[in-house]
Nanobody, 116 residues
Framework: QVQLVESGGGLVQPGGSLRLSCAASGFSFSSYAMRWYRQAPGKEREWVARITSAGGSTNYADSVKGRFTTSRDNAKNTLYLQMNSLKADDTAVYYC?????????WGKGTLVTVSS
């Protein structure tokens, strides 16, 4: 059974940084590309970043490019999202995601609030 558990969210001031983690279990983590999504209050969930199974390639939404970096440690079955230069518009619940066997699997998310 796929399990994804996000952590690391919290309250941060504009311009600050946070690092999110996603602990994965129940599947062969190193075999799958992973994604980050976010959902701001009153808005639809949007894709943020993607990383290939071995971590050799990443892609980002234009809204976070140059500020966010995703990485993974396949030995620890953990996905990361380093978020720098945070803005109020980055306030959202952040989710990690894996597409496996024709299904999307999601964690419960972690809340990031950017406010002074």
């Amino acid at each position: 059974q796929v399990q994804l558990v996000e952590s690391g969210g919290g309250l941060v001031q504009p311009g600050g940084s946070l690092r999110l983690s996603c602990a994965a279990s129940g599947f062969s983590f190193s075999s799958y590309a992973m994604r980050w999504y976010r959902q701001a209050p009153g808005k639809e969930r949007e894709w943020v970043a993607r990383i290939t199974s071995a971590g050799g390639s990443t892609n980002y939404a234009d809204s976070v490019k140059g500020r966010f970096t995703t990485s993974r440690d396949n030995a620890k079955n953990t996905l990361y999202l380093q978020m720098n230069s945070l803005k109020a518009d980055d306030t959202a619940v952040y989710y990690c995601n894996v597409w496996k066997e024709g299904m999307d699997h999601w964690g419960k998310g972690t809340l990031v609030t950017v406010s002074s």
